[in-house]
């Protein structure tokens, strides 16, 4: 008889922990559809709107849509991490502290390959200054540039 009551394993309760902490920040956020679409009319013939920061029109595109798709996104990773978990295989194990386990979904060998492409997906991608091509770290890939900048 298979026992279907495994503990839960880290690495699996770190990355539903992630994705709630990105689940509840992106509900918290305000959306900026609404702003984003005054900023459209700013666009200047170089492609940006010059505010206090040279937004593309795809940067509008993005913040418009941005806490819909990942409040999408997030339920999504939730979803799998439910449907993806660990379960005992069953049978004889020469070690019966670590039994053998299976994803109870697709049935692969833990962790499965869904649930490793989700944890490497979610990794924290830590990174020292030393080694950050964008400046002063901005998630912006380097399109944020105060006015006056070059």
């Not at 902490?21 to 559809?33: D, F």
């Not at 806490?67 to 999408?72: A, D, K, Q, T």
């Amino acid at each position: 008889m298979m026992n279907s009551e495994v503990p839960e394993d880290l690495q699996r309760r770190a990355l539903r922990e992630q994705l709630e902490i990105i689940q509840v920040r992106t509900m918290k956020a305000s959306s900026w559809r609404a702003a984003a679409e005054p900023l459209r009319a700013l666009v200047n013939r170089e492609g940006y709107v010059p505010v206090s920061a040279r937004l593309a029109a795809e940067d509008l595109d993005f913040l418009a849509e941005a806490r819909e798709e990942l409040l999408g996104f997030s339920e999504l990773g939730l979803r799998l991490l439910d449907l993806h978990q660990p379960r005992d295989a069953g049978g004889i194990s020469s070690d019966p502290a670590h039994p053998i386990l299976r994803c109870r979904s697709c049935m692969w060998r833990w962790p499965c390959p869904t649930f490793r492409a989700m944890a490497e997906a979610f990794a924290y991608r830590g990174r020292d200054a030393s080694d950050d091509p964008e400046p002063a770290g901005h998630p912006w890939r380097g399109r944020l540039q105060h006015q006056g900048e070059p």
